[in-house]
C-alpha cells in the first residue's frame, strides 16, 4: 500500500524557517521524481519545488527561488523541503507528490498535506 507522509508543519514568524519531511512507502521511491505542492485558502494548488529521481535536478517557482531547497535521500525514501526566510505568503497547506511517467500513463501519488502558517 502506498503512503506519502508529511511532517514538520506548523506555526512560524516571518522570516523563520520550517523543514518539510515526506517519508515514502509502498512504491520504488528511486524510481519517481518527488515535487512539493501547496494550497492556501481560496486558491489553486501550486507547484512549489520538484527533483528528479536520482536528485540530479531541481526547479523551483519564482515566487521561492532563493529561500527553499528541495532534496531527497533515496535510502531513507524521504523528501525534504527547507524553507527559509518564510513569508505570510507562504502560509498553505503543503503536499508531496511523486511521479512517474511510463509509456502510456503516469503515476501520481499524494501525501495528506501539512499545514504552515507564517504570522506574528
Known amino acids: 500500500q502506498v503512503h506519502l507522509v508529511e511532517s514538520g508543519g506548523g506555526l512560524v514568524q516571518p522570516g523563520g524557517s520550517l523543514r518539510l519531511s515526506c517519508a515514502a512507502s509502498?512504491?520504488?521511491?528511486?524510481?519517481?521524481?518527488m515535487s512539493w505542492y501547496r494550497q492556501a485558502p481560496g486558491k489553486e494548488r501550486e507547484l512549489v519545488a520538484a527533483?528528479?529521481?536520482?536528485?540530479?535536478?531541481?526547479n523551483y517557482a519564482d515566487s521561492v527561488k532563493g529561500r527553499f531547497s528541495i532534496s531527497r535521500d533515496n535510502v531513507k525514501n524521504t523528501v525534504y523541503l527547507q524553507m527559509n526566510s518564510l513569508k505570510p505568503e507562504d502560509t498553505a497547506v503543503y503536499y508531496c507528490?511523486?511521479?512517474?511517467?511510463?509509456?502510456?500513463?503516469?503515476?501520481?501519488?499524494w501525501g495528506q498535506g501539512t499545514q504552515v502558517t507564517v504570522s506574528s
Open positions: 507528490k511523486a511521479r512517474l511517467l511510463r509509456i502510456g500513463d503516469v503515476v501520481a501519488y
Open positions: 527533483i528528479t529521481s536520482a536528485g540530479g535536478s531541481t
Open positions: 509502498g512504491f520504488t521511491f528511486s524510481s519517481f521524481a
